[in-house]
């Protein structure tokens, strides 16, 4: 089965750091571009990071400066370090992958994607 797995949200206080991971399972993530999304309440699924099957990064201009993607080649996973959490970055954080190939890009439509996780929630709370 092919299974992709976002993990390490919680309770987060603004100013805060937070680092979510996502596992894949029955595949090698190494061969796609992983996306990470999140979804606030009330609101539409937003891209806020891409990271390609080369390691170039885009970022949402919410997140940029703030949130960094990486990937752990060999490993199947890849990881959202997030820096200076504020109170608009509640949301479920969710994880895709598109592919396989060997583009130098990605990007932050939705659409792209061939597999989903399920999310993780992040609260950003005082």
């Known amino acids: 089965d092919v299974q992709l797995q976002a993990s390490g949200g919680g309770l987060v206080q603004p100013g805060g750091s937070r680092r979510l991971s996502c596992a894949a399972s029955?595949?090698?993530?190494?061969?796609?571009?992983i996306g990470w999304f999140r979804q606030a309440p009330g609101k539409e699924r937003e891209g806020v990071s891409c990271?390609?099957?080369?390691?170039?990064?885009v970022y949402s201009d919410s997140v940029k400066g703030r949130f960094t993607v990486s990937r752990d080649y060999g490993k199947n996973m890849a990881y959202l370090q997030m820096n200076s959490i504020n109170l608009e970055d509640t949301a479920v954080y969710s994880c895709a992958a598109e592919g396989p190939n060997l583009n130098s890009y990605c990007g932050l439509s939705s659409s792209r994607y061939d597999f989903w996780g399920q999310g993780t929630l992040v609260t950003v709370s005082s």
């Open positions: 029955g595949f090698s993530l190494d061969d796609y571009a």
């Open positions: 990271i390609s099957t080369i390691g170039s990064t």
